[in-house]
C-alpha cells in the first residue's frame, strides 16, 4: 500500500472525490429509504465534533488528494454549523470543489448564506413535480418548499442545479418526463437514478423497480436525444443532450450498467467511519483513532489502508451479494 501520494486501490483507481454524512436524520420519510415513523438515529455522542470532522477534512485535502467534498446526510440541512463547516472547508488548500445533496428543505432560506460560506454547487432530491404523488412517496406534504429552495440555489449562484430523481415503480415513467419538461424550464440538469438496494427494510426487489433501459425509452418517447460526446470520465451518469441544445439528462444506472471500473469516491460517515463504497459491509472506524489520541499519521494509514481494501464491483448482481446494515441515510449518497 502505498503510504504517499493518490488514495488508491489495488485497481489502480484513485479517490478524488469525498462524500462527507453529516447526520443521519432527515426530515422525509420517502417510502424507498425509511419507514414512515423514522429509524433510531445516532446518538449524538456517537458523531463526530466539528473539530474532529474539520480535522478529517483537511487530512483528506492535504495529504490523500481529495479535490471534491460532497456534504450529504440524511438531511445535511439538519446539521447545525452547516455553514460553518462549509467555510472551514472552502478555506483549505488547495481549495476543493464543495457541493451539498438535500432534499432542499429549508434550502429556500439558506442558500444565499451557503453560497456565501464557499459552497460551490447543490444536487436537491425531487422524484416528482407532482404535488400529490410528492406527498405519497416522502409522506410529507412539502413540493412547495422543494421548488422553492431550487429557486433560492440558482439565484445564489449555486450552478449547476442539479435535481437528482429516484422513480417510483408505480408512476416513475411518467414523472420522468415531467421532471425534465420542468427542469428544461428552468435550467435544472436532471439525474435520474436507478433504485439501489439500500433501504432500511431491506425489501427492495429489482423486478419492483424501474431499469435505466426503461427510463430511457420513456424520454426518448417525448425527447429526442443524442448520446452526449464528452467524455464521461468517472462521473456515475451516462449524459444525454436533449433536442439538439446544450441542456442534458442523465440517467444513473447503479444497478442494470454498474460504473464501478471508475469510481473515484470515498466516505465518510456522520459517526466517523470510512467506507470504501455505498455497499461495503466493512467499515474503518476513524472516530476512535481521533478520540484514542492518534496522530495524522495514523489517520491517514489507517484511511489508505480501508481504500486499498476496496472491491472490485459493488456486487448487486452477484448471486451472493449482502445488502448493507446501514441504509442510504446512514451512509451519504
Known amino acids: 500500500m502505498p503510504t504517499r501520494g493518490p488514495l488508491i486501490d489495488t485497481f489502480g483507481r484513485a479517490a478524488t472525490d469525498l462524500r462527507v454524512s453529516l447526520t443521519d436524520r432527515c426530515n422525509l420519510r420517502c417510502t424507498y429509504c425509511m419507514p414512515a415513523e423514522g429509524l433510531d438515529w445516532l446518538p449524538a455522542d456517537d458523531l463526530l465534533t466539528r473539530d474532529e470532522l474539520a480535522r478529517l477534512l483537511a487530512l483528506a485535502v492535504t495529504r490523500l488528494g481529495i ?9 445535511p440541512l439538519l446539521y447545525k454549523g452547516l455553514e460553518e463547516i462549509v467555510a472551514a472547508t472552502a478555506a483549505l488548500r488547495p481549495r476543493p470543489e464543495i457541493a451539498l445533496t438535500t432534499n432542499g428543505i429549508g434550502l429556500a432560506r439558506r442558500a444565499e448564506g451557503l453560497a456565501a460560506a464557499g459552497l460551490d454547487r447543490v444536487n436537491v432530491s ?173 489517520l491517514e494509514s489507517a484511511w489508505r489502508a480501508a481504500m486499498w481494501r476496496k472491491a472490485a464491483g459493488h456486487g448487486i448482481n452477484d448471486p451472493g451479494f449482502v445488502q448493507p446494515q446501514r441504509p442510504m441515510s446512514a451512509i451519504g449518497g
Open 126 to 298: 425531487l422524484d416528482t413535480v407532482d404535488a400529490q404523488r410528492f406527498s405519497a412517496i416522502t409522506r410529507r406534504d412539502r413540493l412547495d418548499d422543494v421548488l422553492a429552495g431550487l429557486a433560492a440555489a440558482a439565484a445564489a449562484g449555486l450552478r449547476p442545479v442539479k435535481v437528482n430523481a429516484v422513480l417510483d415503480p408505480q408512476s416513475g415513467l411518467a414523472d420522468a418526463v415531467e421532471l425534465l419538461t420542468y427542469c428544461l424550464r428552468f435550467g435544472y440538469q436532471l439525474r435520474i437514478i436507478e433504485q439501489m438496494p439500500l433501504d432500511a427494510g431491506h425489501s427492495w426487489q429489482r423486478d419492483a423497480t424501474l431499469s435505466a433501459d426503461q427510463i430511457y425509452a420513456a424520454l426518448a418517447a417525448r425527447f429526442t436525444l443524442t448520446l452526449d460526446p464528452a467524455p464521461r470520465g468517472s462521473a456515475p451518469a451516462q449524459l444525454w443532450r436533449v433536442g439538439g441544445g446544450e441542456a442534458t439528462v442523465g440517467i444513473i444506472a447503479s444497478v442494470s450498467h454498474a460504473f464501478c471500473s471508475a469510481c473515484d469516491r470515498t466516505r465518510l460517515t456522520a459517526d466517523g467511519q470510512v467506507r470504501s463504497c455505498l455497499f461495503a459491509t466493512e467499515e474503518t472506524d476513524l472516530r476512535a483513532l481521533l478520540r484514542g489520541g492518534a496522530d495524522d499519521d495514523a
Open 67 to 75: 479535490t471534491n467534498i460532497r456534504f450529504t446526510g440524511g438531511e
